[in-house]
Each structure stands twice: as structure tokens, then as C-alpha cells.
């Protein structure tokens, strides 16, 4: 466990959406173990028509959920979130562009007690990042701004895979997108639950197409949907 300066937590939940990430998902899962803190895993398989379904079954002292078809990465959290046993739940997607050893960063704002929900930002500092595709960086600005417009918040990275937050945020929260809009749903209701929110900053591996990297420019249009429906029309 980390040093003394943060408060003790009895588990971590950690939910981990996937769909066909067959060649990562066992070297995510041994990354998320060594993460330094006692774990609940919540694993979504979400349809993966690929070797995804074996590898889980090799890995040891996870509990795996499964969708029959694929349904997207907000149903594959909302589905899992009723599972949830520990103290503070985090999301960590499939691949490697993430690492779990960004954990300590990501959770001491909530375990020294200044904090409910944290935003873990690509474009905020933090580790090493792959250069990769420039529009892509653009879109994920573009939207932040957007989304921050409608929600008065000052974040760098609406779109971050790495959001964190408490049990009791978890027990409130009224999600209803399916797929990738799960980024800006969260972010509008969180927004409005008067609680308090940090970012810091991560490290960052982005995949190319051919790793295979799957969120593409219509996912752009839903999530500029999904940011004027939760905070405009959709606030319940």
C-alpha cells in the first residue's frame, strides 16, 4: 500500500469495458493487479467475437460480466456498477493507452479527502505521451470546450478514459448513453451534483487504427449530441 500521507481505503473497484481486445487484455489485467492497491475487478466482456472471452477465463480472482451483443462502453459501465463493493470505482479501459500506474495520482485527491470525482488529463502534464493523430487532439479540445461552456467546469480533458470517483457519487449517478457518450453524460451530471472535482495530469499511449484503436469521428458527432442533451434538455 502507498505511504502514510493518504487515508487507508479498503478496496478499489475497478470496472474494465471490453469489446475484442483480445491481444491487451490480460497484460491490462496484470498491470491493474500490481496497481499497489487492494482491487475489486469488474470485468464488461461487451459481444467480443474474438479470442477476448478465453483470455478472461485464464485470469484468476476477476469477476466477469458479460453482454450477449455488443452494446457500448456506457452500458458495459452500467452494467457493472451495481457490482461495485469498494470505496472508490475507477475506469480503465481495455488497451494500453492507459496505465495503471497512474493510479496513486488519480486517487489521492480523493483519498485526502479534497475531492469526489477526478479526471485524469492527457493534456494536463503527467507522463510520457505518444505523438500520434493531431485531429483527433483537436476534436477532444474542441469538445472539452464545448462541454465546459454548459457546465461551468475548467477541464483539459472531458474525454479522458480515466475518470474516478467515490462509492456515494456511484450510488447517485443516473446514466442512460450507451456507447462512447458515456464521456459527456458523465461529465453533465457530475457537473450538476455540487461535488467536487480535480484533474491530473496521466500518461498517454494512443493506439492507431491498425493496433486497434476504435473511436472515430462519428463518435465526435455523439458526443456533441450527448453534451447539448445533458445539459440543455436531459438534467434529471
Known sequence: MPGNDIAPMRTLSVIVPVYNEAAYIARVLEHV?????PCQIIVVDDGSTDATADKLLAVEGITILRHDRNRGKGAAIRTALPKVQGDVVL?????????????????QPILEGKADVVYGSRFAGGGPHRVLFFWHMLGNTLLTFFSNMLTNLNLT????????????????????????GFEPEFTARVARMDLRIYEVGVSY????????????????????????????FDRT
Open 205 to 232: 499511449s494512443g493506439r492507431k487504427y491498425a493496433e486497434g484503436k476504435k473511436i472515430n469521428w462519428k463518435d465526435g458527432i455523439s458526443a456533441l449530441r450527448c453534451i447539448i442533451k445533458y445539459n440543455l
Open 157 to 180: 480533458d472531458m474525454e479522458t478514459g480515466y475518470k474516478v470517483f467515490t462509492a456515494e457519487v456511484a450510488r447517485r449517478l443516473v446514466l442512460k448513453e450507451n456507447r462512447f
Open 91 to 107: 475506469i480503465q479501459d481495455a488497451d494500453l493507452e492507459y496505465d495503471p500506474r497512474d493510479y496513486r495520482e488519480l486517487l
Open 33 to 37: 493487479k500490481q496497481c499497489g492497491y
